[in-house]
């Protein structure tokens, strides 16, 4: 049964008015992410501990913070239970994702079905997705008006699953389109950008017609970051990812770079269907403009962002959002 003593933990009245600047809040989100996973029921705790050794970039939360921050410039404790969920959620898409791509590695630690078999990894998994939730669900009503964040959150994963299944389904499909594509990335990956952007404003002071303002510019930094991760799997190493390389086509997930690649070089797909190793098929895809074209398109969607950012009117928050539309975009 999940602790409703460690999700109450911001919840005192002395905390419950209090707000933050980003930066403590930012803090905050990242001890409470700590300690949820190493004070979770003993049967998994070995497990959740163990995801707490390494810690991610954090960008979905920090994208949430800064949608949440009033024109004071500062956030709520609401906030952070929200953001903390929103890497929470994070972290159990990735259990799983690891359990399907039979990945080794990941934040530069041994994953946890490889290292505690992957029966106990898939419930780890599926606790830290109810966990997220009910963090979401405990924030104070008074905090928000109309929408709670926790009232959003499940249609967003909703249609992240539904990306991660176009995804699958579609392995080895060496005839899917780029529009197919962008449409699997943006459930797969650009939802929970969106979620993200979408209950920061929620928990803000932002007038309710710039809602779907935030939402889109979520969706706009969710895909630039699937782009890039899509090319890092092609160029970076290892050592540099922290995660393996070139998994995406060790298990046939089908990705811009090499969609353009197989659209450019009408040669590529039969030394695919004949057998190609994965450092060939790496140097086919970089020598037919796969990762340019790819980058083409992150160009794109930050020229779209970065438009739409320079609509908000809260202007405390625009330097904010530039600076993670860069890190999104960053190779």
Not at 263 to 276: H, P, Y
Request: glycine content about 8%.
């Amino acid at each position: 049964m999940i602790n409703k003593s460690n999700l109450a933990s911001n919840s005192a009245p002395a905390l419950a008015t209090e707000r933050l600047e980003y930066d403590e809040a930012q803090r905050l989100t990242e001890l409470e992410v700590e300690k949820l996973l190493k004070n979770a029921p003993p049967l998994i705790r070995r497990q959740t501990s163990h995801l707490a050794r390494a810690t991610g970039k954090g960008i979905r939360a920090r994208a949430l913070l800064t949608c949440a921050m009033g024109g004071d410039g500062l956030v709520s404790h609401g906030a952070v239970k929200a953001a903390a969920a929103i890497e929470l959620l994070h972290l159990a898409t990735l259990v799983h994702d690891d359990i399907i791509d039979d990945a080794d590695l990941r934040r530069g630690i041994d994953t946890l079905h490889i290292k505690f078999g992957q029966k106990i990894a898939v419930l780890c998994g599926d606790y830290l997705f109810c966990l997220a939730f009910d963090l979401a669900s405990s924030i104070p009503p008074q905090e928000t008006d109309g929408d709670k964040p926790g009232g959003v959150l499940p249609s967003y994963f909703t249609e992240i699953c539904l990306g991660e299944i176009g995804e699958f389904s579609n392995t080895g499909n060496l005839d899917l389109t780029e529009g197919e594509y962008f449409r699997i990335i943006s459930g797969k990956t650009a939802a929970l950008f969106q979620a993200s952007f979408h209950a920061g404003f929620l928990l803000s002071d932002e007038p309710p017609e710039a809602g779907d303002l935030y939402i889109e510019i979520g969706k706009q930094v969710g895909m630039i970051f699937q782009l890039a991760d899509d090319c890092l799997d092609f160029i970076s190493s290892q050592k540099k990812a922290k995660k393996p390389v070139l998994t995406d086509c060790r298990h046939g997930v089908m990705t811009l770079p090499l969609i353009y690649a197989l659209q450019a070089d009408k040669t590529l797909r039969g030394k695919i269907k004949n057998g190609l190793a994965e450092q060939e098929l790496k140097t086919a895809v970089l020598a037919a403009g796969g990762i340019e074209y790819t980058r083409s398109k992150i160009g794109e969607h930050w020229s779209t962002a970065k438009k739409l950012i320079s609509v908000l009117e809260a202007e405390n928050k625009k330097t904010q959002l530039e600076l993670l539309l860069d890190k999104a975009a960053a190779l």
